[in-house]
């Protein structure tokens, strides 16, 4: 069965960092795209970071351009999300997501085929 779950997320002051995990199992990562999104309250599911099977194709949102960092590991079959200099609008739940293609990432969730359960993150002082 394939599953994505993430963990690392939490509550944590503007300015603050965490690193958020992605892990798979029940199929190995290294085939695949990987996408970041969240989701605030009343919002719709956006794009943070997606990262090419090789990890040598990166793309951000705007928002998250030079504050946050998707790296993988595929020997442990992990992807992560570095975030830095976090911000009140930052809060929202972060999932990941998996699809089996070739080319450059694509972030955008219909994009997407296998998902995770999501973590919540939250910038609060």
């Known amino acids: 069965q394939l599953q994505l779950v993430e963990s690392g997320g939490g509550l944590v002051q503007p300015g603050g960092s965490l690193r958020l995990s992605c892990a798979a199992s029940?199929?190995?990562?290294?085939?695949?795209?990987i996408g970041w999104f969240r989701q605030a309250p009343g919002k719709e599911r956006e794009g943070v970071s997606c990262?090419?099977?090789?990890?040598?194709?990166?793309n951000y949102a705007d928002s998250v351009q030079g504050r946050f960092t998707v790296s993988r590991d595929n020997a442990k079959n992990t992807v992560y999300l570095q975030m830095n200099s976090l911000k009140p609008e930052d809060t929202a739940v972060y999932y990941c997501?998996?699809?089996?293609?070739?080319?450059?990432?694509?972030?955008?969730?219909?994009?997407?085929?296998?998902w995770g359960q999501g973590t919540q993150v939250t910038v609060s002082s």
């Open positions: 029940g199929f190995t990562l290294y085939y695949y795209h």
């Open positions: 990262i090419s099977p090789s990890g040598g194709s990166t």
């Open positions: 997501a998996a699809v089996a293609t070739s080319g450059q990432p694509i972030c955008h969730p219909t994009h997407y085929r296998y």
